[in-house]
């Protein structure tokens, strides 16, 4: 038995079936940003309130496989508080893992450490990836209703 693949399995797993953060508000200091993975089918919302440099809240929503579900909201927590600029170290980071390339910040990557394993999964990679690139799009200004294809 493989000790830190086991515990990274169970983050997953207690992510998916207690997720934080999870149900979007209304307001308009809130930002929304959807994106689809037809592939999978997966279908995630993430919403985000900034103040001033601070990333203050990380909300998401929708419906897909367990990889796609528990990465929104482990990536909800991990970001939650970060400034923009830790926030979009830590989605280039979280590429990084998935692409099995060694990450800058492990230890800001915190949970999310648990999609390492992901990297060996070329067809689940767009699945741990879709509610960071919704994020990394939000923080650059883009908001609304995006279809991930090839
Ligand atoms: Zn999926």
Redesign the pocket.
């Known amino acids: 038995m493989n000790s830190i693949n086991d515990l990274y399995r169970q983050v997953i797993v207690e992510h998916y079936k207690n997720p934080r953060n999870k149900g979007l508000k209304e307001g308009s200091e809130y930002r929304r940003l959807r994106l689809k993975?037809p592939s999978?089918?997966?279908d995630v919302t993430i919403q985000i309130k900034t103040n001033g440099n601070v990333v203050e809240e990380v909300l998401h929503d929708g419906s897909?496989?367990s990889?796609?579900c528990s990465s929104a909201s482990v990536m909800s927590e991990v970001i939650k508080g970060k400034t923009i600029e830790e926030a979009e170290g830590l989605v280039e980071d979280f590429y990084s893992l998935i692409k099995g390339e060694e990450p800058r910040d492990e230890e800001s990557l915190d949970e999310a450490m648990a999609f390492v394993g992901v990297s060996q999964f070329p067809a689940?990679v767009?699945?741990a990836t879709?509610s960071w690139k919704a994020l990394g799009a939000l923080l650059i200004g883009e908001e609304g209703v995006k279809d991930i294809h090839e």
């Open positions: 993975n999978c089918g997966d897909g496989c990889i796609c689940r767009k699945c879709l």
